[in-house]
């Protein structure tokens, strides 16, 4: 009963929401932990299992239209610093202040999927309205802890923190594939990395699509592999998304995959921060 109550308290934005004029947003990548070391198979379907890639965790800046949005919001939870060790850890909101934004600034945090290392610093920015697919929310809120549920990778202070935005007005439920969510900023479904998955198109004279783990790294592009945490039954839909990003965003160039270290070598960079767009 109570998780009907809350779930009736959040705000449903749906494929309705009329189109205004889409400002030209700028895009940062923000490099606030990196992983040496990493098999590349748990990465790309096929890979050599004894081939190893440095990895980055990474935020995305979004500004234009008088917001400043984040796609997806780090970690910072003891546990997982100890379960996952990385290296140059930074903690988000103190990494964002680099790219001149203080957390108390970020007007909105878009989360695309709600394992612990892409919505597990929802809490560090008090001003934000957090945006997250409404199926994601539901599942993640109810089901995933019921027996039989699938809840690995999700962290239940998390969730209990997305809860709490909810009932604080803070939260919005995107509901479904094909949505604006702000002039110009569109969200697509992905393939079930987790229940309801989700990346961004942001539009402009040139289109970009942020994949998250929707994509992992360029070569899930250039070699047509699915991500390799998609079930067996999920890769062919992985791989389908992965062609229609390249679509939306009108090459393979401007579609930046969740934590590949090349992003940071293919755009201008300084410290942490590569200018995307």
């Known amino acids: 009963m109570i998780r009907h109550l809350l779930l009736g308290m959040a705000l449903f934005v749906s494929a309705a929401v009329p189109a205004g004029n889409s400002p030209e947003y700028s895009i940062q990548a923000i490099r606030y932990a990196n992983s040496p070391g990493f098999p590349v198979a748990e990465l790309v379907v096929g890979a050599p299992k004894d081939e190893k890639v440095d990895?980055?965790?990474?935020?995305?800046?979004?500004?234009?239209?008088?917001?400043?949005?984040?796609?997806?919001?780090?970690?910072?939870?003891?546990?997982?610093?100890?379960?996952?060790?990385?290296?140059?850890?930074?903690?988000p909101d103190e990494a964002v202040k680099l790219a001149g934004v203080t957390p108390e600034e970020i007007t909105d945090v878009v989360i695309s999927h709600a394992h612990w290392d892409h919505m597990g610093g929802i809490d560090l920015f008090p001003k934000a309205t957090v945006w997250i697919q409404?199926?994601?929310?539901?599942?993640?809120?109810?089901?995933?802890?019921?027996?039989?549920?699938?809840?690995?990778?999700?962290?239940?202070?998390?969730?209990?923190?997305?809860?709490?935005?909810?009932t604080e007005g803070r939260l919005r439920l995107v509901d479904g594939d094909n949505v604006e969510i702000l002039p110009g900023i569109r969200a697509y479904t992905g393939a079930r990395?987790?229940?309801?998955?989700?990346?961004?198109?942001?539009?402009?004279?040139?289109?970009?699509?942020?994949?998250?783990?929707n994509c992992y790294l360029y070569r899930n592009l250039t070699e047509h592999k699915a991500s390799a945490t998609f079930s067996e039954a999920d890769q062919p839909a992985n791989i389908k998304n992965q062609a229609r990003m390249i679509e939306l965003a009108g090459s393979a160039e401007r579609v930046v995959p969740g934590h590949d270290m090349l992003q940071f070598q293919k755009f201008p960079t300084q410290g942490r921060i590569a200018k995307i767009k």
């Open 55 to 91: 990895i980055a965790f990474v935020v995305w800046l979004i500004r234009g239209g008088g917001h400043n949005i984040l796609f997806d919001s780090g970690f910072h939870r003891e546990k997982w610093l100890k379960e996952f060790p990385v290296t140059d850890f930074l903690r």
């Open 134 to 166: 409404k199926d994601e929310f539901r599942y993640y809120t109810g089901d995933a802890w019921q027996p039989g549920g699938r809840n690995g990778g999700i962290d239940a202070d998390d969730v209990r923190e997305l809860v709490r935005l909810n």
């Open 193 to 213: 990395h987790t229940f309801a998955s989700q990346y961004l198109r942001v539009e402009g004279i040139a289109p970009f699509v942020l994949a998250s783990d």
